[in-house]
């Protein structure tokens, strides 16, 4: 399993600043002995401060973070911030105590502030939707790369800055994390920055202090109505983002009706993109719109046309006309923060030119030069069934995937796959219809149980499966490992197993524990096993 000690990226050469300036610009109140010190980092979490930190004690779910004033002094701290219930639990840690009303709603602006992270920014691109974000991301990094660039990433699967990379747990940092990145990518010379953005994100301010220069909409579907009670309230977040104090130009796909709703209810410039075929009645009202012209078991070449006859054509090293989509959204991104449509098609040619990696030494295959893991992941060689490691985990994810590989195969479909535990399970019935209508033979198994029953989660899964298709080969498989084998075993050359589950990650979450498992390298090893890798 990847290390995961290091769980924020923080400038080398931080520059303190003025404590008592801080107190007094945020116009805070202050209890306990004087600030007099200088601050030279803010975090929320106890076990991530450093010598000269600002520890920010915030209420949560299960604990008060004021509470962990004592470690934070311990471990370097100059001063507390925290809200009136924390105040006394901060105390006892003697260090000054600074007082707000809602310490989260200032975090974004003190992190800007400590960090200076408004001082020549980045440009700086957003990337929001149900699906895609991360993928989109990943795009944008690899074409910016093509054009020469080299760009700071931060998604679900990791942050990185060059070559350097930590591994993420949340999709969107806290703002704390988010400027201290930020300013660790200023001292590296990383003039543009992606950042992958949750809803919860949003709703939780972990953007705030940001105001990006273009951001960009995927699609809205059935997930997260744990955090959101409905998918209005779920839009709404993600509408947030398209307002004027945090981004100055958008990007939005219109295929469906949230899409067309943001395009209409955004404050600010905006550009659209149709992805639907031209027979649809509604192609035509959007700016920019995507032709697929083939799509293979690992690419999928499209057109992309915009205004004023301009059009790019190019391909992703990818299953999925939802790939294309999303590399769609990635140009046009690009595009709208002032980069040439024939600038980035040169770049895309294959043609001299540089990717920016070490062996390159002039022409390479024309294309979006990319590696996302987990997504989509073809991990098969020339022999044996195709398998995709795939981190879908809703409706639409699945189904997308599965009528994407249906197109490409003339075999069969065997998929496997589960449900997160602790995490809408609303969507469980729809996924395990899904899987069973689209597939042809489905092995349900676990993903991430956490605190949940594993069994009561299959259960639903089955039995979802079970009524959309009376009939279809289902079996119930729970480790992770057997499961995949099980697939191996009923699918023959020509055939296709789908493996959706944690795509790029290496563990399996049970009870509280992470324990270490990687689908990339079991469904390699399985593969192995067979004699077809
Ligand atoms: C429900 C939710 O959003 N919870 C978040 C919340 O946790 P919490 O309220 O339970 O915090 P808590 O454990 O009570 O602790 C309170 C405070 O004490 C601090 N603390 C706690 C323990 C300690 O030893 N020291 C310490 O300082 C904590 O850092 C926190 O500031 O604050 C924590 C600190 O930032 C987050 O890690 C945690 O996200 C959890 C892990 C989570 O899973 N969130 C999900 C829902 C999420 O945000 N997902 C989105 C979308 C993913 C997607 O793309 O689909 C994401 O952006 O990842
Ligand atoms: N444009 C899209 N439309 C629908 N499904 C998609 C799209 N792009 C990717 N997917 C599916 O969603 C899965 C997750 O993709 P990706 O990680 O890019 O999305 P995400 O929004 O970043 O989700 P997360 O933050 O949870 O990782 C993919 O593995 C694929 O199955």
Redesign the pocket.
């Known amino acids: 399993m990847a290390d995961r000690a290091s769980s924020a990226l923080r400038p080398e050469h931080p520059i303190a600043r003025s404590l008592p300036h801080l107190v007094e610009d945020f116009g805070f109140e202050q209890v306990g002995p004087p600030v007099s010190d200088v601050v030279s980092g803010i975090t929320?979490?106890?076990?991530?401060v450093v010598p000269g930190d600002l520890?920010?004690?915030?209420?949560?779910?299960?604990?008060?973070?004021a509470?962990?004033a004592q470690?934070?002094r311990d471990a370097g701290a100059v001063a507390i911030l925290t809200d009136p219930e924390g105040v006394p639990l901060a105390a006892e840690a003697g260090l000054p105590v600074i007082v707000t009303p809602e310490p989260r709603l200032a975090l974004g602006e003190l992190a800007a502030w400590i960090y200076r992270t408004r001082e020549e920014p980045p440009t700086l691109f957003g990337v929001t939707g149900?699906n895609g974000?991360t993928s989109v991301a990943y795009l944008l990094e690899a074409i910016l790369r093509q054009l020469g660039i080299v760009a700071g990433l931060s998604t679900?699967a990791e942050r990185r800055i060059g070559d350097e990379t930590i591994v993420s747990?949340?999709?969107?940092p806290?703002a704390t994390e988010i400027h201290a990145m930020l300013a660790r990518m200023r001292e590296a010379h990383v003039r543009s920055v992606i950042l992958?953005v949750?809803?919860?994100?949003i709703t939780?301010h972990?953007v705030d202090g940001i105001v990006f220069d273009v951001v960009g909409f995927t699609n809205l579907s059935h997930?997260?109505l744990d955090?959101y009670s409905t998918m209005e309230t779920y839009y709404a977040a993600k509408r947030e983002l398209f307002q004027p104090d945090r981004a100055k130009r958008g990007v939005v796909i219109v295929d469906a009706e949230w899409g067309e709703r943001l395009a209409s209810e955004s404050r600010i410039p905006l550009t659209t993109i149709s992805t639907a075929p031209s027979s649809d009645a509604r192609f035509g009202e959007a700016q920019w719109h995507l032709t697929i012209d083939d799509e293979t078991a690992d690419r999928t070449t499209f057109t992309l046309s915009g205004p004023d006859h301009r059009s790019l054509t190019t391909s992703v090293p990818l299953l999925g006309s939802f790939m294309a989509a999303n590399a769609a959204l990635a140009i046009v991104m690009l595009v709208e923060s002032g980069f040439d449509l024939g600038a980035i098609a040169h770049a895309l040619s294959g043609e001299g030119g540089s990717n920016g990696s070490a062996q390159d030494d002039g022409d390479r295959e024309p294309g979006i030069d990319v590696y996302i893991p987990g997504r989509a992941e073809k991990v098969s060689g020339d022999r044996g069934p195709v398998v995709y490691i795939d981190y879908g985990h809703t409706p639409d994810a699945f189904t997308l995937t599965l009528e994407s590989i249906r197109r490409v195969t003339d075999g069969r479909i065997i998929m496997v796959f589960g449900a997160d535990g602790d995490?809408d399970p609303s969507k469980r019935e729809e996924m395990g219809a899904i899987a069973a209508r689209l597939a042809d033979a489905v092995v349900v198994t676990d993903f991430h149980p956490r605190y949940e029953d594993p069994a009561a989660i299959r259960r639903v899964l089955l039995d979802s499966a079970r009524a959309a298709a009376p009939g279809r080969e289902i079996y119930e498989v729970a480790d992770p490992r057997a499961a995949f084998r099980k697939a191996l075993s009923i699918a023959s050359e020509g055939d296709v197993v789908l493996y959706a589950g944690p795509g790029h990650e290496d563990y399996h979450e049970v009870a509280g524990e992470k324990i270490p498992y990687s689908a990339r390298d079991d469904a390699r090893n399985a593969l192995h096993e067979h004699g077809w890798l």
């Not at 920010?56 to 973070?65: D, E, M, N, P, Y």
């Open positions: 929320i979490s106890s076990r991530d520890y920010v004690g915030l209420k949560g779910a299960r604990f008060h973070g509470s962990f470690a934070a149900t974000k679900t747990t949340l999709t969107t806290e992958e949750s809803a919860q994100a939780q972990r997930d997260h955090d995490r």
